[in-house]
């Protein structure tokens, strides 16, 4: 005993830097020099609407910069390091847009930390940044208001929470007003559509223009805990046949049993189909298709923007409401169906509903954005055409 309480007590001090031993732990990372400017060693957007992209990084090897919003346009850019450790690689002249990009810090994937615009995800790896010019910027309008509602969903048995942008001046009073409820991706988060979506920016410019109709925008999250276990848990390619049928399923559940009737009461607002619009992106666009199509006395207006479909995630009440096209015609006042060019992810789901949709006769808006794939520039801009077509 006393020999394994020797031993014991020289390990210790050996780990705790002590007299008997060394420390094992590595020295703390290096910082930045304290008379250099910030300016110095972070991300800018600069004058002329280029972006210098830095990172301080003294002991790597090697840094890229790594651009675009899907893997198909992803492109890896060598940056240089100066004398006091910061990498740096200056772009061309950009549009004005909201843009993605990460680090590859020694094969590393990271975030840049010398920024606090992120990618909201459920893994976040991705950093944003705007380059000023469009629909997307907090411009000198009137500005609508942004809420954080937490409530308890009876259908799921847990504690969930919507975001609800509210037009200017809106005191939940007054004469009802239609809603837009809003689908995120797969991986994403509720903030996901409003921070990198920029609904609030792209919804209060749109209505000081006269562009849209005043309405709520409610935005759920698509992602529900019943099935999140089961997309942990199966590989990738095993996701459409477990866990999207499953979560599409309860996600409908707490929309119809919770979030719709938490919104009538705590808002006036319509309550009629036609006062109701359903829309998403990727993953949500599969959910606002099943619960737009399974509950047809709900809603009125449907958007899927590069959506799951039925083509590769069947669904037997989406399939049998497709079967009677005279009744989704009158159901619905507009049906957008929205897709990149080049979309690798729901390419064949989308060109698989627009099939099915023109054989049954059913009407619908479709656009396609060219030489684009799976990502916000589709779904922004086809966000903004969509809602300017609502509630007239």
Not at 194 to 217: C, F, H, S, T, Y
């Amino acid at each position: 005993m006393k020999t394994n309480i020797a031993c014991l007590t020289v390990l210790i001090a050996m780990l705790s830097g002590g007299a008997t031993g060394t420390a094992l732990a590595a020295p703390l990372p290096s910082t930045p020099d304290q008379t250099v400017p910030v300016s110095q060693y972070v991300t800018q957007v600069n004058a002329d609407k280029s972006i210098t992209f830095r990172l301080f990084a003294p002991h790597a090897k090697h840094v890229a910069v790594v651009t675009g919003a899907a893997a198909d346009s992803f492109v890896s850019h060598d940056m240089t390091k100066d004398e006091n450790g910061v990498w740096s690689w200056k772009s061309e002249i950009q549009k004005p847009n909201l843009y993605e990009y990460y680090f590859d810090v020694d094969g590393f994937r990271s975030v840049d930390t010398g920024s606090r615009f992120q990618k909201p995800q459920r893994q976040v790896n991705t950093s944003l940044i705007l380059v000023p010019g469009s629909i997307l910027d907090d411009r000198a309008v009137p500005h609508g208001d942004l809420l954080t509602i937490t409530y308890h969903s009876k259908a799921l048995t847990a504690e969930r929470r919507v975001y609800v942008w509210t037009p200017p001046g809106y005191d939940g009073k007054g004469e009802p007003l239609p809603v837009l409820y809003f689908y995120h991706g797969f991986g994403d988060t509720g903030l996901s559509a409003i921070d990198q979506g920029r609904l609030p920016q792209i919804m209060d410019n749109l209505l000081a223009e006269g562009k849209i109709k005043p309405m709520l925008v409610v935005v759920p999250d698509t992602e529900t805990d019943i099935a999140q276990a089961i997309a942990e848990n199966y590989p990738p390619k095993e996701r459409r046949k477990t866990f999207y049928p499953l979560n599409a399923k309860a996600a409908d559940r707490e929309l119809i049993e919770d979030i719709i009737p938490m919104i009538d009461t705590r808002f006036s607002v319509r309550k009629d189909a036609a006062g109701r619009a359903l829309a998403g992106l990727s993953q949500g666009g599969y959910q606002a298709l099943v619960s737009v199509m399974n509950h047809p006395e709900s809603f009125g207006w449907l958007a899927t923007f590069s959506g799951v479909t039925t083509t590769t995630v069947p669904d037997e009440g989406v399939t049998a409401r497709l079967n009677q096209p005279e009744a989704v015609n009158k159901q619905l006042h507009n049906f957008t169906v929205v897709v990149g060019e080049n979309d690798s992810v729901t390419g064949k789901d989308i060109a698989g509903l627009k099939s099915e949709l023109e054989k049954q006769g059913i009407r619908f808006d479709y656009k396609e954005y060219p030489g684009l794939n799976h990502e916000m520039d589709v779904w922004r801009p086809a966000y903004a055409e969509f809602v300017q077509k609502l509630f007239k």
